[in-house]
């Protein structure tokens, strides 16, 4: 079975511009998060979707980043525009049950995203 | 305002004995726990969990401690490998679909 998987692996953009990161779930999980990791701190919550309805975004930092998630299966998150502190690493997880208590999330491998 | 503390950020140990890594937390809502472990360029890796309401988890080398009273929780991994090398996220939730991370244990075990 496929794991999650996210593209591109990296991206290098000047500020100002726009990027749009992509996750593809486990095959059958319903819930798909985003997080996020600047510069070896702690992995941030951004938000949490089941099917294509955000059930949290609390953890989206500003209006400039939009999530996505058109059909229920893959998910984008656009930056726009993209400032110097968006940089970081940005996760995708997915799981299946979608209860905080017993269940689990799985990553995928990230994309590093690099503001100039 | 950080809810889930790892305070030491590396650990070497050697090959074949115990490593011990530990984590605080502030939240005493906190049900579910979890350490992840993350290799270089890739994804964190789920470990092994725990609920509130057990204070012991079992996974072959693994084993995570909870004691609710201090709020703490804590991995063992007897014996560790060279392979164990990597950083150790603890992650709890509050019966929400959040988790919230520690910032992370690099774990070096030595040949």
């Known amino acids: 079975e496929a794991g999650v998987t996210q593209f591109p692996s990296h991206s290098v953009i000047e500020k100002g511009q726009t990027v749009t990161l992509r996750c593809d779930p486990i095959?059958?999980?319903?819930?798909l998060y985003w997080y996020r990791r600047v510069m070896g701190k702690e992995i941030k919550f951004l938000l949490h979707?089941?099917?294509?309805?955000?059930?949290?975004e609390s953890g989206m930092p500003n209006n400039r980043f939009l999530a996505e998630r058109t059909g229920g299966t893959y998910s984008t998150l656009k930056v726009q525009p993209a400032e110097l502190e968006d940089s970081g690493v940005y996760f995708c997880?997915?799981?299946?049950?979608?209860?905080?208590?017993?269940?689990?999330?799985?990553f995928g491998p990230g994309t590093r995203l690099t503001v100039l | 305002d950080q809810q889930v503390k790892q305070n030491s950020p590396s650990l070497s140990v050697q090959e074949g004995r115990i490593s011990i890594l530990n984590c605080d937390y502030t939240?005493?809502?906190?049900?579910?726990f979890l350490w992840y472990k993350k290799y270089p360029a890739e994804g964190p890796t789920f470990l092994i969990s725990?609920?509130?309401?057990?204070d012991k988890n079992e996974d072959g080398r693994f084993t995570v401690f909870l004691n609710k009273s201090a709020k703490h929780l804590s991995l063992h991994i007897v014996p560790s490998q060279p392979g164990d090398s990597a950083v150790y996220f603890c992650?709890?939730?509050?019966?929400?679909?959040?988790?919230?991370f520690g910032t992370g244990t690099r774990l070096k075990v030595l040949a």
């Open positions: 997880a997915s799981s299946l049950l979608g209860s905080g208590s017993g269940d689990t999330q799985y």
């Open positions: 095959s059958g999980h319903d819930n």
């Open positions: 979707f089941v099917k294509e309805s955000k059930q949290d």
């Open positions: 939240n005493s809502m906190f049900d579910y």
């Open positions: 725990i609920s509130s309401i057990k």
């Open positions: 992650a709890a939730s509050v019966g929400t679909y959040k988790y919230i």
